[in-house]
């Protein structure tokens, strides 16, 4: 098999764990696969250099940045290199531009445009171990890039579908994808399997493992994304193709918010346009709005209530006072107690009746909806954020997930 | 002017001495120089890296250290652009590979075959402040190479060469070259102008403020080099063609070189080629043989005196014993207790007496002199330890170099 194997920052944030990410690097290829490796900088590092950069400006220019930050996973993949080559691996350290990662042009926040894989490939062909330095590319200029948070899974994926790796296993300190959060339920179940939209909606509920962009892009590029630790043996989640899981379950998570606040607005002026106005300001904002709900009141005014991350609350009520003087908005209220929780499942799709039994369960614990929202595999429930974890071990129960 | 300002490690050994150089360059440019900016790696942290290394391999892969060390340039050289750009000067980072730095093959010892000076030529023509990561560069593959100790000084004697820059200013903590060290003579004076091979016989003879490399490099390519502190607004010493040099002092300084071990091996057998084996053989050893002197001794015997490094005394005595072994050498004999005196000057081509005068200066202190070797502008004593600073004074004095 050809495996990519990508080490976050805390898997290699230290000497002695750069030490035991090498040992299980080594295992890998002993065990007959070929194996190319992205590494992140060592956790803190970075931090430290964006420190170092924000001493002397509140506002560094990006192409320094990059120049500045791609500096810390290009230490990692040498010291990996150096580690793996002493225990008799042949291993040979790369930078983003070497392993051909070609960006845009959008400095501190590049996307992936092109992979040209050869060097990667006869290096793997002539039995070396790459070690890639994660988070970086070049531009059309030659300029370094980087890719923005979580840029280093990034690169590992984009490095699997380039080399159609057979697995790409992304090592972060946790053991895989849960059907809830252990600490809210302790019965809660690693997921051997789940499939990409399943885990889209998983990043985008606030699961902290894999960001987003790198589900995404496993799926277009078809990369058998494994999430595992690296700090034990244990196997972790794949998260694949839902063609590739053969018993869909019909529910196979329950995932919860705390962080996103109810925007709540009363006696919305009736005139056309009025909430494509409000929504276009607030994304102009860089407000990520996430559920609506637009009612109507016996007396024929329009609410409309949304959500919002609590951390762009702020924003969101400056876009608001403008309607509110305008007089647009009659009035505004705010309330960040409540909470997220969704049902999450692929099996969802054929069946009916999940989300009734979403409903009554919140209906038998006494917890009042405020919002509901659903897609083709997901229900999601703002709830008052007290019942948070009642509503995720009662949900929990129901569909089973401990079994 | 075109001016290359080159600051060393401990010139931006923290955050506080990093925005010191950037008031400096920003400063020059304001004169209306156009200016491009070499630095080294953060005082510390190439050591950290290579301890890094060295924590997993006692001779790591040298392509793996090249990609290792040259990030702590990178590192300084973006936080200097953002901290010039933060005082309003437009300026921007370049890695070596950016500033079309290319090196031959070998790694950690690279040496610059070529500059493309296109791209630092275009952004200085455009009235940018270019700063670039020294010590580095690529070879032919675009691998990453580092130009060795003192490697930064290389970098920017070379980018001024190929700019063909007016002045290449090379920043340390020492404000300039004195006519002897101020610590053993406080009547020292620092020297406003020296030769390229006046600096090259003070560079060879231990002065650490610039290594032989760069002074050559400087000297080939005819780069007028500056050699000042970044702690004061104090000019510096000018090393430049001789021609430029109006008034040729008979003697430049003295300088002491105590890292001397004195080797003396008594009767020598008398057999063709004997000396160039025994040199020849020191040679594969790495051991850097100094002045030698083979005398014949009454009996007809042959006897050889040569001096080496302290720090290889041991393996030349490996050689040695090989020698005396074979029965081609009676006996050995060491002393480290001995130190290498010298006064340089470029005077002594057109002036006789210079040596005279030293060698009646030693006499009248009583120190005797084991070893004498002359060049067309240096004599070199070896003497007692103990004499050296005595000897040092004496000769400051005898050539009036206070004046």
New interface residues.
């Given amino acids: 098999m050809l495996i990519v194997q990508k080490f976050g920052g805390t898997s290699v944030g230290d000497?002695e764990r750069?030490?035991n990410v090498?040992k299980r690097v080594a295992k890998t290829k002993k065990e007959g696969n070929a194996v190319v490796v992205v590494v992140s900088a060592m956790s803190g590092e970075t931090n430290k250099?964006v420190g170092?950069?924000e001493?002397?400006?509140k506002n560094?220019?990006r192409?320094?940045?990059d120049?500045?930050l791609?500096?810390?996973e290009?230490?990692t993949?040498?010291?990996l290199?150096?580690?793996l080559?002493?225990m008799g691996v042949d291993a040979?350290?790369m930078?983003g531009?070497?392993a051909g990662i070609l960006t845009d042009n959008i400095h501190t926040k590049a996307r992936i445009q092109e992979i040209d894989p050869t060097a990667m490939h006869n290096l793997v062909k002539e039995g070396k171990v790459v070690v890639v330095a994660g988070f970086q590319g070049v531009n059309e200029e030659?300029?370094?890039t980087t890719l923005g948070r979580g840029g280093s899974d990034l690169s590992a994926v984009a490095i699997a579908g380039a080399l159609e790796a057979d697995l790409c296993e992304i090592y972060t300190d946790v053991t895989g994808i849960y059907t809830t959060d252990p600490r809210i339920e302790p019965k809660a179940k690693k997921l051997e399997k789940i499939s990409y939209d399943e885990m889209l909606e998983f990043a985008s509920l606030g699961a902290k493992v894999l960001q987003n962009r790198s589900v995404e892009m496993a799926k277009k590029l078809n990369v058998n994304l494994v999430t595992r630790s690296s700090f034990s043996d244990e196997e972790g989640t794949l998260i694949t193709k839902e063609e590739n899981i053969m018993e869909k379950p019909l529910v196979s998570g329950i995932a919860l918010d705390r962080n996103q606040a109810r925007v709540s607005l009363c006696g919305v002026k009736d005139r056309p346009g009025i909430a494509s106005d409000i929504f276009n300001t607030l994304a102009d904002a860089d407000v990520n709005v996430d559920m609506i709900i637009q009612t109507k009141s016996v007396d024929e005014s329009t609410n409309i209530d949304f959500t919002v991350p609590v951390g762009e609350l702020i924003d969101a009520k400056v876009v608001v006072d403008v309607f509110v003087k305008k007089g647009e908005i009659k009035s505004d209220s705010y309330n960040e107690d409540i909470c997220k929780v969704s049902v999450v499942g692929v099996g969802m799709k054929s069946h009916a009746g999940v989300a009734a039994k979403a409903f009554s369960v919140m209906a038998k614990e006494n917890i009042n909806i405020h919002m509901i929202s659903t897609s083709e595999i997901k229900i999601s429930m703002v709830i008052d954020e007290k019942y948070a974890e009642l509503a995720v071990r009662s949900l929990h129960d129901a569909y089973e997930l401990e079994k």
């Fill in positions: 000497l750069i030490a090498a250099l170092y950069a001493h002397f400006s560094p220019a192409a320094e940045m120049m500045l791609s500096s810390g290009r230490v993949a040498s010291l290199s150096i580690a080559q002493e040979t350290a930078s531009r070497k030659g300029d370094i």
